[in-house]
């Protein structure tokens, strides 16, 4: 009897310890992002692109990553919500989306995204100077005559 009670409290036991288990894993109302950044014209890899998720609300930084090698980015343990992600490179234009992570949607896969590069032509620039009239040799020091002022 003794033996046949132990065993009806050591499985209640390991029920209760996997049902907590189990409601423990489902609260945790997570999600994950993917995606693969390239470049619009060359359509290469845009390697260590700034991935960042910002709060609809106040445009406030939740989490980033950055792109790797190959252009892909992975941002997991995201809190269920909405966001706005954002792409961002030195030398392209940003891009940003808007995602929504719940329980029906854990992993949003963007594809590939394209960026392009944001080109600005700048004015001629002309730089004028004019050599010092002194000049230090290993052994002697120069002066030029024709250019000292008097």
Known sequence: MYCSSMKK???LITILIILNCLDTYSQRNLGTITGKVLDNDSKSFVEYANIVLLSTQDSSLIT???SDVNGVFTISDI???KYKLEVRFIGYNS????VDINSEK???DLGEIF???????????VVKGER???SYHIDKKV???DKIQT
Do not use: A
Request: without cysteine; aromatic residues 6%; glycine residues 6%.
């Open 132 to 134: 010092s009239p002194v």
């Open 106 to 108: 854990l992993i949003t």
């Open 143 to 145: 002066i030029d005559v």
């Open 79 to 81: 809190q269920f919500g």
């Open 9 to 11: 409290i050591s499985l």
């Open 64 to 66: 980033g990553t950055v």
């Open 95 to 98: 891009r940003s989306f808007d």
């Open 115 to 125: 960026v392009s590069p944001n080109v600005v032509e700048l004015k001629d620039v």
